[in-house]
């Protein structure tokens, strides 16, 4: 159970199990993880797995294919949030390092509007219309 959690957890992350009795036959198992860091705020990260099951199922391989299941779903996740996030910061750095284009009406633009010749385009010819006027012979 310990091996399917390990690789969802960070330095500094936990996860908190709590196990409840829901019905005579039932426990309701509940895995909390608190996954910290620059994502500690991100809720999608930190919802709770809930299972409900008999104490023999959850004994079973199917508890542990569960928990690989969510696991793998958290660590996605927060995969694609590393990725996003690394791919804003090298655009807001892209950004601020970019050189500035001159002010609008400046002798920059001035010049450039005097060197710059006018772009033409063909005049487009309107294709002739096709005669959908069929002819059947009966």
Avoid: W, Y
């Avoid at 655009?91 to 010049?111: D, Q, V």
């Avoid at 385009?121 to 069929?134: I, L, M, R, V, Y």
Wanted: charge should be negative; hydrophobic fraction near 40%; glycine fraction near 2%.
């Amino acid at each position: 159970m310990f091996a399917q959690l390990k690789p969802m957890l960070r330095k500094g992350d936990t996860v908190t199990m709590t196990i409840a009795v829901e019905t005579d036959t039932e426990l309701r198992v509940t895995v909390f993880p608190n996954l910290t860091g620059e994502m500690e705020n991100r809720q999608a990260l930190n919802t709770p797995l809930f299972v409900t099951a008999t104490p023999d199922e959850l004994d079973s391989p199917t508890f542990i294919e569960t928990l690989s299941k969510f696991t793998a779903s958290t660590t996605a996740l927060r995969n694609t949030l590393d990725d996003v996030e690394a791919a804003h910061k090298a655009a807001a750095e892209a950004a601020r390092t970019r050189p500035k284009l001159p002010a609008k009406g400046g002798k920059a633009a001035a010049a450039l509007a005097t060197t710059t010749e006018p772009v033409t385009t063909p005049a487009a010819s309107a294709p002739e219309p096709e005669d959908h006027n069929e002819s059947l012979d009966i």
